[in-house]
């Protein structure tokens, strides 16, 4: 089998000769014609391409330096322009690998960009590959179309979380690929000896993976605790029915005992939608369980079907040593560090999940009864697997999935799925708690947060006049002004995006100067780190950067500098939402307009004695108000500073 070159540099490569490099192989994009694309863009591609194998072997070596049963390496790959044909084409250039794996198996496809797992091999290596490099990138990475011969690989896709440089190229689908995978993605021995956590999949999901065997341990169908449960939740049914407010819309209500027949829930039904809904209120804990660790950190023995894979550690384990497990010759690695960054990547991928259920994308999970046996009473998706996905990433702060849920709380669609209001039961205090956990994202853009501060405030007025409840002009005032502070955060950060975007609009022709903010591809080895320019050459084409984590500095052109990146919170990747799903997310529109809020404020600042706020804001708003078009609003909101002002 052909190895990749030892040098670090390409001096053996070209030293060899097109005469003896018979085992290389070049490769290019094509026009719709069929010939070389000579264009920039085309050498862009492949350059990027070359950039992508590159930082695949940075996550390769990270996974070796935690010593897996099987190390892997991504063959080195070269860009060569062919400056005597025509146009110049650019060609990636490697090492053409031959032979075949100790199983026999030539060149093969373990896993794609899309959620492809191959079965018929299924190693475990490639799988846990992937997952690794999701957790030891903190979730802004996660390598996948793993493909090659034994554990030589070539030709990679990198699924980037935030917006960088190599994102440009057109496999990469951010949260959405990422998703992808986990769904199909098989915890193992493997991984559980890597350290990595255990991805939660829904009982469905489960069911499909033929993973885990049916959870017997709920309760039964005739106990009494189970029979409180579906009151409790047929109370709920009937509750979404009685309340007449502004925030309740329902298109069709039969009356809450027709209701009651159409909302159909089996006991594990009651019990999964019952222990989401609590879980979406608590923060994520990764400890031992999320590892499949004892509490001692000893490894859990996974159990395994008569006839399947037999694991690579035996159920006889041994104690724990600096809380790493050695069995059989083989040292466990500890649990990998789970950073709130990897906890905000995870919600993304968790959120992105639960819009694809609603698409309709996995048809192949929903789970039929026997009342449902023909097609048209099938569900179009399974949601229940989507409340369990927005549950987990509403845990882990995710505002998006935050909205979805607390809209669902009170009646109100949500984009993310149509079924999802007639599943989850109403309860006003839930949607409110999901409305404060979203305002209280600290790794979140605030535009989306103003949202959930626009609806917190519509329940509490809804409570308020519906006389159901008291709530204090102190709480009002307080979440009055913590959403008007997001918007105004909101603001600022979308000026940030704005001139970020200025900025590489004019591109590197206007030139670095000394003191910019840039990322550096450190030592050419595919991975950027941040870092300020501290010298310009005469012409330009070269600067020496200084990196900010030990402070070495490095010479480099231009071509591998690129600005800093706005903070990754503020945008949501190669693919936003909206592109990557393929609909506009309607649950992060404002209930309010900006001078609604200033104005329904006002008057509670006066009514506590803060006057001269009062008339500062009914100012403010009337301005607002008239750059709307809101011309009679506007007058209106004049007149009630006037009146304060006398």
């Known amino acids: 089998m052909a ?16 005469s003896r490099a018979l085992n290389y192989v070049a490769k290019c994009y094509l026009t719709e014609d069929g010939v070389p694309d000579t264009s920039q863009q085309g050498s862009d591609a492949v350059l990027t391409d070359i950039m ?17 049963p099987r190390k892997i390496d991504f063959i080195r790959a070269y860009a060569m322009e062919f400056v005597d044909r025509p146009g110049k084409p650019m060609f990636a250039v490697e090492r053409f690998i031959a032979g075949s794996d100790s199983y026999g198996n030539g060149f093969l496809k373990h896993n794609t960009n899309s959620g492809f797992v191959d079965l018929d091999t299924h190693r475990k290596t490639p799988q846990v590959f992937s997952a690794h490099s999701f957790y030891a990138s903190h979730g802004e990475r996660l390598v996948a179309d793993i493909q090659g011969v034994g554990d030589l690989y070539t030709d990679p896709q990198l699924t980037i979380d935030s917006a960088t440089e190599l994102s440009g190229n057109t496999g990469d689908l951010g949260p959405r690929g990422m998703a992808l995978f986990f769904k199909t993605f098989r915890h193992c021995d493997m991984s559980d000896l890597m350290g990595i956590p255990i991805f939660p999949l829904s009982r469905n999901e489960r069911r ?21 449960l579906k009151c409790k939740f047929q109370r709920l049914d009937v509750n979404r029915e009685r309340r007449k407010s502004v925030l309740m819309r329902p298109i069709d209500i039969n009356g809450p005992e027709d209701k009651a027949d159409t909302i159909r829930r089996s006991k594990s039904d009651v019990d999964e939608i019952t222990t989401c809904l609590q879980l979406a209120l608590n923060d ?61 990547n995870l919600g993304k991928v968790h959120y992105h999940l639960a819009c694809l259920h609603g698409m309709d994308r996995f048809p192949e999970v929903v789970h039929t009864t026997p009342n449902q046996s023909s097609i048209e009473d099938r569900p179009s998706h399974d949601v229940f697997s989507v409340v369990f996905h927005l549950s987990h990433a509403a845990s882990l702060y995710n505002v998006p999935a935050c909205l979805s849920l607390a809209r669902a709380r009170v009646g109100l669609d949500s984009c993310v799925s149509p079924l999802l209001n007639n599943t989850v039961p109403v309860d006003f205090e839930s949607s409110k708690e999901l409305c404060m956990r979203a305002m209280r994202a600290t790794r979140a853009p605030a535009a989306s947060k103003v949202a959930a501060g626009c609806l917190l405030f519509q329940i509490l007025e809804d409570e308020e006049n519906s006389g159901e409840g008291v709530i204090g002009d102190t ?19 979308s000026e940030l995006m704005k001139e970020h975007a200025a900025k590489q609009s004019r591109g590197k022709a206007a030139g670095f100067k000394c003191g910019d903010k840039v990322e550096a591809n450190y030592f050419m080895e595919g991975t950027f780190y941040p870092g300020v320019i501290i010298e310009v050459n005469e012409d330009g084409s070269n600067v020496v950067v200084q990196y900010e984590d030990d402070g070495s500095s490095e010479e480099l052109t231009v071509e591998n500098v690129r600005s ?12 936003s939402d909206e592109e990557a799903l393929g609909q506009i997310n309607h649950d992060e529109e404002c209930l309010f307009e900006e001078f609604e809020l200033m104005a329904k404020l006002a008057p509670l600042l006066e009514k506590i004695g803060r006057r001269t706020d009062a008339i500062e804001l009914f100012h403010n708003a009337a301005e607002i108000a008239m750059n709307c ?12 500073a006037a009146e304060l002002e006398g």
Not at 52 to 68: G, I, M, R, T, V
Not at 211 to 226: I, P
Not at 476 to 484: A, H, N, P
Request: hydrophobic share 30%; with cysteine.
């Open 3 to 18: 190895t990749p070159p030892q040098s670090a540099s390409n001096h053996r490569f070209h030293s060899y000769g097109w």
């Open 52 to 68: 992508l194998q590159y930082e695949a072997n940075h996550w390769a070596n990270e996974f070796n330096k935690s010593d897996p």
């Open 208 to 228: 499909l993976q033929a993973k885990y065997d049916e959870d017997e341990s709920t309760l039964s169908e005739e106990s009494s605790a189970f029979q409180e």
């Open 284 to 344: 994520t804990v990764f400890d031992h369980k999320a590892f499949h660790r004892f509490e001692s950190g000893e490894l859990k023995p996974r159990h395994f079907k008569h006839g399947a894979n037999k694991p690579i550690i035996s159920s006889s384990m041994r104690n724990v040593k600096s809380r790493s497990t050695v069995v059989k010759g083989i040292k466990a690695c500890p649990p990998i560090e789970i950073s709130d960054k990897t906890k905000t």
């Open 475 to 493: 709480e009002k005032i307080r979440v009055l002004e913590d959403t008007l502070l997001l918007i105004d955060t909101s603001r600022k950060e």
């Open 564 to 575: 800093m990146e706005p903070s990754s919170e503020l945008s949501n990747g190669p693919l």
């Open 629 to 640: 078009g809101k011309m009679k609003t506007a007058n209106d909101l004049s007149m009630h």
